[in-house]
């Protein structure tokens, strides 16, 4: 059994973002953030069609002050992209953003300027077909979930590819679909495993070490993204059942959470200046008692504004603070784990 700091409760923080449809301040169908060594919080915003004009990378602080933005774009060019999924950062602070679109990744610094890429179609090392998930640990490996191939694959910082392992199946090892990464302090890789909906375990060169996603409390449908804290507990974004879930380090059920999201300091702000839309909302039903037809988790969370919906990832920062970014609702919730 793993020796570990016990459990209390995850607890509410606050809710960042706000929804915007042009450039500034607020979030466009965020999908993954990140941390820079300085403290500054970035995020990926991907976009839908309609505004993929918006694609980049938002810039900003703990205190919610807009920091300013880059990308060069919605494009096929150096530097730009089309699907972007999930993004990381080196010991240098240079970002590494993956295309699902594109099968590549892109690497840019913080000024925007645009470092490298590779990738190409193709289940060949170096190739790579859907990539998603991403994750860098210590020595400077980037691990990518390819969603297309059901495989991870090693990278070194400039694009060697140092190995691959995995296959389709839904056995130890076998993927179905596989989506976010996340690694523990002691290299371990974790997928989500999407369409087998369970969290697969593994050593930092991929031999199988466990996995995790049972009946009853603590099941998982088509979870999106993992994240393992200091003393071993996990956090799984569980994408198909629209909440939060909590496993301590042996993979035993913590704690449930669906939500609890308060107005952000950003739209505290916008009420402010825009009194109809503030008494606008006072007169809603945010909470509402649902007729039994919406009876599936993601019905229940379209209708209830305080509720996870759309939780695409979930990350912590160098305080141990929980994001979880909710690309439907173009925000983040921030939770952190007491520690008792």
Not at 21 to 32: E, H, V
Not at 64 to 90: K, T
Not at 305 to 332: A, C, K, M, Q, T
């Amino acid at each position: 059994m793993t020796t570990a700091v016990a459990a209390g409760p995850v607890e509410y923080i606050k809710t960042i973002g706000l929804t915007t449809n042009q450039s500034g301040r607020g979030f466009t169908n965020p999908y993954d953030c990140a941390f820079t060594a300085d403290g500054r919080i970035l995020i990926l915003n991907r976009c839908d069609t309609v505004r993929a004009s918006l694609v980049r990378i938002g810039v900003m602080n703990w205190e919610e002050d807009y920091l300013g933005e880059f990308s060069r774009g919605y494009g096929r060019g150096d530097g730009q992209w089309i699907h972007p999924v999930a993004m990381a950062l080196d010991a240098n602070d240079v970002v590494y953003v993956t295309d699902e679109q594109q099968h590549r990744i892109t690497a840019l610094d913080l000024e925007g300027n645009f470092v490298r890429q590779w990738g190409e179609p193709g289940d060949g090392p170096g190739q790579m077909q859907g990539p998603s998930g991403l994750a860098i640990n210590g020595q400077g490996a980037l691990y990518v979930a390819e969603q297309g191939n059901n495989r991870i694959q090693r990278f070194t910082t400039t694009g060697e590819s140092l190995g691959v392992w995995g296959e389709a199946g839904d056995g130890p090892g076998q993927f179905n679909m596989p989506w976010g990464i996340g690694l523990d302090s002691n290299g371990n890789v974790y997928v989500a495993d999407w369409r087998n909906d369970r969290i697969q375990k593994f050593t930092p060169d991929g031999q199988f070490i466990d996995q995790y996603g049972s009946s009853g409390e603590g099941r998982l449908s088509r979870p999106s993204g993992v994240c393992v804290d200091a003393d071993g507990y996990m956090f799984v974004s569980d994408w198909g059942n629209e909440r939060l879930q909590v496993f301590d380090p042996d993979g035993a059920f913590v704690q449930t959470l669906r939500g609890q999201a308060t107005l952000s300091k950003w739209a505290q702000d916008f009420m402010s200046v825009n009194p109809d839309e503030r008494n606008t909302r006072e007169m809603s039903n945010l909470t509402p008692e649902l007729p039994p037809h919406f009876d599936t988790p993601y019905l229940i969370s379209s209708q209830t504004e305080p509720y996870f919906w759309g939780p695409v990832s979930v990350r912590l920062d160098s305080e141990g603070r929980l994001f979880v970014v909710e690309s439907n609702r173009h925000r983040i919730q921030v939770y952190q784990r007491r520690k008792d």
